[in-house]
């Protein structure tokens, strides 16, 4: 039976992102596909890397719907995202983004020859109505399919950036560091498709009603893709602003403050107040060793005039947002990571990877990453 709590607010958009990177992630290996011979699948199946074997076989010759990424250079591989994809929860979170796209665009609802092309390419009628299209998207096609038909473009396209970043940056921690903490995990699953060590520890930090799903697709989710990680994965259930319980567990279970400690906030902050930003970087910091690091994720302001055609894209889930910033190292600044701050936008994330430096106009949220340094 399907989860309320992990349907709406923030537990809702890990399971989009989480789609979305299932997605990413059959564009990689269709990239990786397009390189070799495809005549013969037991000659396939061995060219390709012995990590992808198991999901070729299992999930992508069964569900082969790929996102229509910028460039395929920024496609990464989360196997563990296409199993929260499948749920009932998923399920019913496709019904109301499909409503809400709909409030959004609603001449989207319109018979053009646009939407019925767009119909005809998914193999309907052209005269399908609205209700019969939603009927589809969460009864008749399977989940996985169904996002590739909802997803923009450039969304798949930003969440490939900031996977890809964040998963380089990590990638080159470790060895380095031996205690990472991901605040807001979510559905994180780099505690086990990246290639930690046996030394390191990955402490996950998140409501309870979160983990309780995140741990039962999982179970079933290991059995048919084996970890690459050889980390020590521990969650901590706690709300963020009950900082004195979470920081309790965290000791608990063995976190080590005189160990410098990578710290990862993805997709937080923007859910968060000025106050509560600040109380939670303060409670990290306070916990931080010199030589700690954090990387942060944050949401420019973007004001856009009433009749600018990019509101159409604009997201549903940004009337949740609590906070924006244009100046995002002011917040580790005031906590103690002051040391050799980097901000990188998407634009230049973009061109670090595909020598590219213009993302789709459509963007609206335009995203930060900022990276500071504990003395």
Sequence with gaps: ????????????????VAAI?????????????ATVPTDESSQLIFKLNSSLQSYY??????????????DSSIATFDPYAYFFSCTDESRDIIGGMYDARMKMNPQQTATTDTVKE????????????????KKYLTETCSPV???????????????????????DYITSKIGKYQQFVILGAGLDTRALRLPFDERSTVW?????????????????????????????NIHIPSNLMETEQWIKKLEESGFDRSKPTVWLLEGLLM????EEIELLLSSASSLSSSGSVMLI?????????????????????????????????????KCGFSVDINEKSQEDILQIYCNKSILPTEIVDSTIFTIGNKF
């Design 204 to 232: 996950e930090i998140d409501f309870p009603q979160t983990f309780e799903y995140k741990s039962r697709v999982l179970e079933e989710a290991t059995k048919i893709v084996a970890p690459l990680s050889k980390a020590k």
């Design 297 to 333: 994720q944050t949401t420019q302001d973007i004001k856009l005039e009433e009749n600018d055609k990019r509101r159409v894209f604009a997201s549903p889930l940004r009337a949740e947002f609590k906070s924006f910033t244009n100046t995002p190292s002011l917040y580790l600044e």
């Design 21 to 33: 990177r299932a997605l990413i992630s059959n564009s990689y290996v269709k990239d990786q596909l």
């Design 271 to 274: 859910y968060l107040s000025i």
């Design 145 to 167: 399919k169904a996002w590739s038909i909802i997803i923009f473009p450039y969304i798949s396209t930003r969440i490939a950036l900031r996977t890809k970043y964040i998963d």
């Design 118 to 133: 767009w119909l005809v390419k998914m193999g309907l009628p052209a005269d399908t109505t609205i209700q019969d299209m």
């Design 1 to 16: 039976m399907s989860s309320n709590v992990i349907t709406l607010g923030v537990p809702r958009t890990s399971v989009m």
């Design 57 to 70: 076989e299992n999930i992508y010759q069964k569900e082969p719907f790929s996102a229509k990424v910028l």
